[in-house]
């Protein structure tokens, strides 16, 4: 059975940093790729980042390039997103999920798995 628990989320001002983790069990990490997703109160789950492990492939959002960072250990099936000069609007509960297959998508519909979210919060 796959489960994915995120942490790490938490209150913090505009300007500082998180860094969440998930950790995966019951998934092989070479036959998956692993994606972070965010969704703020009443819009849509919104991707963030993806990184592929057969081919080191990384995507990220454009809202967030150049301030987050996707990155993992595969021994430890472990994926983790720093997040840097955080604004108001990334406020939102950030998902880990997981898409079987090669391909780090950015469509939150391809995704197989998710975990149960962990809120982001910054203060202006």
């Known amino acids: 059975q796959v489960q994915l628990v995120e942490s790490g989320g938490g209150l913090v001002q505009a300007g500082g940093s998180l860094r969440l983790s998930c950790a995966a069990s019951g998934v092989t990490f070479a036959s998956y790729a692993m994606g972070w997703f965010r969704q703020a109160p009443g819009k849509e789950r919104a991707f963030v980042a993806a990184i592929n492990w057969s081919g080191g492939t990384i995507e990220y959002a454009d809202i967030v390039k150049g301030r987050f960072t996707i990155s993992g250990d595969f021994d430890k099936k472990m994926v983790y997103l720093q997040m840097n000069n955080l604004k108001p609007e990334d406020t939102a509960v950030y998902y880990c999920?997981?898409?079987?297959?090669?391909?780090?998508?950015?469509?939150?519909?391809?995704?197989?798995?998710w975990g149960q979210g962990t809120q982001v919060t910054v203060s202006p």
């Open positions: 999920q997981a898409v079987s297959g090669s391909f780090a998508s950015e469509n939150d519909e391809e995704y197989d798995y």
